[in-house]
């Protein structure tokens, strides 16, 4: 199964794509789309959704992660993200692609183990699970850790699908 998990925001937005086979994980690629501050809005959400829609065209994954957000004291720039996550989200729906959300601690548990883990340290357990990996930034760290999380999760709701339950 190949997996994009994608991190959003509205200037840098984190994008990893990983093959999952059983227990191993292989890194294909990652990335960071940007869009140029100086524009508007909406321009700005367009070049995400450009960039991103031709991420997927080329890497061609079977299944979709996003982090969810989480609510800022800066109420526009929490609505700023909010748009950018709906690129993120909307963008592998176009794709006709499931999209799991997690939350940032989730995330952090499923490839750290803790759930207030640093970024330094999601960026060194991304590296050990995905030897000799070239990580494009802490974006595109963070998304590959998304991509992880989701397998993660995947795996375990197959796992229980036989036993007549659902995670």
């Known amino acids: 199964m190949r997996v994009i998990g994608i991190d ?14 059983g227990p191993r994980l292989r890194h294909v690629a990652n990335g960071i789309c940007h869009s140029q501050p100086q524009a508007s809005l909406a321009a700005r959400l367009l070049q995400l959704h450009q960039q991103l829609s031709a991420v997927l065209a080329h890497y061609a994954p079977q299944s979709a992660a996003v982090e969810q957000t989480f609510v800022n004291k800066d109420a526009v720039a929490t609505l700023k ?25 989730a995330v952090k548990k499923a490839v750290v183990g803790v759930g207030k883990a640093a970024k330094e340290q999601v960026d060194h357990m991304v590296r050990m699970q995905l030897p000799g990996v070239e990580i494009a930034g802490p974006d595109a760290a963070d998304a590959l850790a998304i991509a992880i999380c989701h397998a993660f999760h995947s795996q375990s709701a197959q796992r229980l699908v036989p036993l007549g339950l659902r995670a």
Do not use: C, H, K, M
């Open 8 to 21: 959003p925001g509205l200037r840098n937005l984190g994008w990893g794509v990983i093959d999952v086979d």
């Open 81 to 105: 993200l909010g748009s950018a996550r709906g690129i993120a989200l909307l963008v592998p729906a176009q794709a006709g692609l499931e999209v799991g959300e997690y939350a940032p601690n």
